[in-house]
C-alpha cells in the first residue's frame, strides 16, 4: 500500500494545530524516500489581544488578589473550515495560578469566563473539549494575553471525502515514485509503483497534479540528486461516489525550472547544518496537490547556506494567492522549514530557518511520563513550543506553550474526557515543535523546527 495523507495530518502533527485558528497553509515534508513525513504548515495561530493589568494602585491587597480575570473563547471547526463558528457546550478547564482547577461550560457565543484568579501568584493552563474533536490546551497564560481563544478542530478526515483512483500510464519505471494531489480539498498520495488512490471532496470540479520521480546517481549524505520523469496536469470533473480514472503522462506538463539558495540556521554547532538535507517543495492551500520538487539540493562552499534547483507546474484556475513554498533541511525525523508565499523563487531568498530544540527531558526514546515536566533548550528567540499527541488517525490533542519557554507541563484533561479512551494505554506518540510567527501578520506561522516522536507514558 501507498501513503495518503490529509492536509489535517503529519508526521509531527503540526496540521493547523498551533492555536485558535487553523488555515489552510499547510505543507507536506516528503524527501523523495530518504526519510518519509510531512509538516503542514502556515496554520493559523492565536492572535489574542493584550490586556492592561491593573495600575490602579489602591491597596487593596490580598483582598484584590484574587479579583483577576480570565475569558476564553472556544471556536468549533468542521473538516475544512478555517473560520469556525463558537462552540457552545465545550468544556473548558482552567488551572488557576496556585493549583485549583476550575470548570466551566461555554455558552451560545463560544465563551467562558472564570473569576477570583490571583495573577501574581504565576500563570494558568486552559484545556478545551468538544466530543468529536481534538482536545486543544494552552499553558504559560498570562493576565496580559487577555482573551485566550482556543480552535477545536474535528478529529480524522472528513467521511464525506469520495475516492478516486487509478493508474499512471506510460511511468519510466514501474520501481519510481508516483506522486498525486488535486486543486481542490482532500487525500494526497505518494509511493511507489503505478497504482494511485486519493480522497477529494464531492461535488467540485478539480484539476489532478501527478509527478513521477527517483533518486539521481548522486544522491549521498547532504547532496540531493533527483530526477522528475514526468509532470502531468489533468482536469476531472467532479464526482460525488468513488470514481477509477487512469492517469497518462504521454501527456505531460513542462515544468518551469528555477535555481536558487536558502541559508542554513545560523548557529555553526547546529546538526541541521552538518547532516541536514535541503529540500523544497510547493503545496495548494486550496487542495492537496504537490506543485514542486527539487531536483538538486547542495550545501554552498561556505557551508552557510543551500544551493537548489527546483521544477514547479502552475495547475490552471490557481490563484498564485494560494500557492505556499516550504524551505527545508531535513535530518531523519526532525526538520526545519521556513514557508513563502507563492511559487519557488530564483536567487537567494531571505528567509530564517530555526535551529532544532535539544530535548532534556525526554531524551530519546525511553518512554516519559506524560505529565511530568518536559524540557528543552532553544537556540532561536521570540518561538512558541507546541507538543501534538497522536493515535493512528491523526491528532488528538494539542498543547501550546507560551513564547520562549524552555518548559511545560500536560495538564489533566477536562473532566468529560476519559485519558485511555483517548489516548489508549501504554504509551503515546507525541511531537514536539518550535514555531514563529510572521512578522507582517502574527495570526500565522512561516518557520518552524520539529524533533524526532517524543514516546510519553500514560
Known amino acids: 500500500m501507498g501513503s495518503r495523507t490529509t492536509r489535517w495530518m503529519t508526521i509531527v502533527g503540526l496540521a493547523c494545530a498551533v492555536a485558535a485558528g487553523c488555515g489552510d497553509d499547510d505543507s507536506a515534508v516528503d524527501d523523495g524516500g530518504r526519510d518519509d513525513g510531512n509538516s503542514e504548515g502556515a496554520a493559523d495561530a492565536d492572535a489574542d489581544g493584550d490586556a492592561e493589568p491593573d495600575a490602579e494602585g489602591d491597596g487593596g491587597g490580598e ?65 478545551a473539549a468538544l466530543e468529536g474533536y481534538v482536545v486543544h490546551s494552552r499553558t504559560g497564560v498570562a493576565e496580559v494575553d487577555g482573551e485566550v481563544e482556543l480552535g477545536l478542530f474535528r478529529r480524522g478526515p472528513s467521511p464525506d471525502l469520495v475516492e478516486l483512483s487509478g493508474t499512471a500510464l506510460g511511468m519510466a519505471a514501474d520501481a519510481n515514485t508516483l506522486s498525486v494531489g488535486t486543486t481542490i480539498r482532500g487525500e494526497a ?80 554547532e547546529s546538526r541541521l547544518r552538518t547532516n541536514g538535507l535541503g529540500w523544497i517543495t510547493s503545496f495548494l492551500t486550496v487542495g492537496s496537490a504537490t506543485v514542486s520538487y527539487p531536483t538538486v539540493t547542495d550545501p ?34 526532525n526538520y526545519s522549514c521556513a514557508i513563502e508565499d507563492g511559487y519557488p523563487a530564483a536567487g537567494a531568498q531571505a528567509v530564517t530557518l530555526l535551529d532544532l530544540p535539544r530535548m532534556i527531558h525526554p531524551s530519546g ?38 513564547m520562549d519557554a524552555t518548559s511545560m507541563v500536560v495538564p489533566t484533561l477536562p473532566s468529560i474526557v476519559d485519558e485511555a479512551e483517548l489516548l489508549g494505554t501504554g504509551v503515546v506518540e ?14 500565522l506561522w512561516n518557520t518552524v523546527a520539529a524533533v524526532s516522536p517524543l514516546i510519553l507514558e500514560l
Open 63 to 127: 483582598a484584590d488578589a484574587a479579583t483577576g480575570t480570565l475569558s476564553v473563547l472556544v471556536t468549533a471547526h468542521e473538516w475544512y473550515d478555517d473560520e469556525g463558528h463558537p462552540a457552545e457546550g465545550a468544556t473548558v478547564a482552567v488551572d488557576k495560578p496556585g493549583g485549583e482547577r476550575v470548570e466551566e461550560t461555554t455558552g451560545a457565543d463560544g465563551r467562558a469566563t472564570f473569576g477570583a484568579i490571583d495573577w501574581s501568584l504565576g500563570d494558568a493552563s486552559i484545556t
Open 189 to 268: 498520495y505518494w509511493s511507489d509503483g503505478p497504482d494511485w488512490s486519493i480522497q477529494v471532496e464531492p461535488g467540485a470540479a478539480f484539476a489532478i497534479v501527478a509527478a513521477e520521480r527517483h533518486s539521481g546517481p548522486g544522491f549521498s549524505g547532504q547532496h540531493l540528486e533527483m530526477i522528475i520523469d514526468h509532470w502531468l496536469l489533468v482536469d476531472h470533473a467532479a464526482i460525488t461516489a468513488a470514481t477509477t480514472f487512469d492517469l497518462d503522462f504521454a501527456t505531460g506538463a513542462t515544468p518551469t525550472v528555477v535555481e536558487g539558495s536558502f541559508p542554513m540556521p545560523a548557529r555553526a
Open 300 to 333: 554552498a562552499s561556505d557551508w552557510n547556506s543551500v544551493e537548489y534547483t527546483v521544477e514547479y507546474v502552475e495547475p490552471a484556475g490557481v490563484d498564485v494567492a494560494d500557492v505556499r513554498t516550504q524551505y527545508c533541511l531535513v535530518q531523519s525525523d
Open 365 to 402: 526514546l525511553t518512554p516519559y511520563p506524560l505529565h511530568d515536566p518536559i524540557e528543552w533548550e532553544a537556540w532561536d528567540n521570540e518561538v512558541y513550543p507546541l507538543l501534538v499527541l497522536e493515535d493512528d488517525a491523526g491528532r488528538v490533542w494539542t498543547i501550546r506553550g507560551a
Open 430 to 443: 507525541a511531537s514536539f515543535a518550535i514555531y514563529r510567527l510572521r512578522p507582517d501578520d502574527d495570526t
